[in-house]
């Protein structure tokens, strides 16, 4: 490994680690674990949206390989191994579909051998990039080697847009990443919103920013522009958990749920 791949800076709080401890994960630090329960003060329901965020990835994941017949997968901001991951959940009904997991952080590459298995029929891989450099992704080996773009695509962006605060940059990334992807490509994102508890949530992203993790929420409106020239498909942008929920999300209440999230399709 490369001095950048074991730096993993365990003295500083970071997002994916919080979050991986949060869902109570062991692949964390006690700088993520003191700033996890800092934040969770202020931000109580945290934990509930993220598993419902969670389980928002995998309905997702299944009902795209399952009924939109979406074969490749192109995940960015992949998080650390948290089963079921992705792959799992769409190989379960398409052996055969290959999945490109996307991240920049060395904890996450560290942990990459588990986000690596596959079917024998299909295929996953692991790109060390940056979100923000969507030209990097698009023209990596790894990249072209996985996927084809001439087939439809799901770019899958879960719980990554809060961490850029601009979202000008943000809709510049998503146009650039949807660019070249085939007509029948979807977009399906997830990302921090006020609307359901507009105070705990400020008071939270303020706490992410506290301990050095850039953080922002925004409104509902402002999720859905980031679908400019897509249709967005149903039931629209709404609380994860309202999205095509199952038995267990149709019983939170809106006020612990504060991410939002959807699905849309290029045409």
Do not use: C
């Not at 439809?152 to 070249?180: G, K, Q, T, W």
């Not at 920013?209 to 980031?226: D, L």
């Amino acid at each position: 490994m490369t001095d950048r791949e074991l730096d993993l800076k365990t003295e500083i709080p970071h997002s994916a680690r919080i979050y991986d401890y949060l869902l109570g994960g062991k692949d964390n630090f006690p700088a993520d674990r003191a700033a996890a329960t800092n934040i969770v003060k202020d931000w109580p329901s945290l934990p509930t949206g993220m598993r419902a965020n969670r389980r928002f990835m995998a309905r997702m994941a299944h009902r795209l390989a399952a009924e939109h017949g979406i074969r490749q997968f192109l995940d960015i901001g992949t998080g650390l191994p948290t089963s079921p991951n992705l792959h799992e959940v769409v190989q379960a009904v398409a052996p055969e579909a290959r999945i490109v997991y996307v991240d920049n952080d060395p904890i996450v590459l560290v942990h990459a051998r588990a986000l690596l298995t596959s079917t024998a029929e299909g295929r996953t891989g692991y790109l060390d990039a940056d979100f923000r450099d969507p030209e990097a992704i698009l023209e990596s080996e790894q990249l072209r080697g996985d996927l084809d773009l001439d087939r439809p695509v799901a770019l899958s962006l879960i719980a990554i847009l809060h961490f850029i605060v601009d979202d000008a940059e943000v809709r510049r990334i998503i146009d650039r990443l949807m660019e070249p992807l085939a007509p029948g490509s979807i977009l399906a994102l997830s990302t921090t919103t006020f609307d359901n508890n507009p105070e705990v949530v400020a008071a939270g992203v303020a706490a992410y920013n506290a301990h050095g993790i850039p953080t922002v929420a925004r409104t509902r409106t402002v999720v859905e522009t980031f679908f400019d020239g897509l249709e967005i498909l149903d039931p629209g942008v709404v609380a994860v958990h309202r999205w095509h929920p199952d038995q267990e999300s149709s019983k939170l209440d809106d006020s612990q749920i504060t991410i939002h999230g959807g699905i849309a399709l290029k045409h």
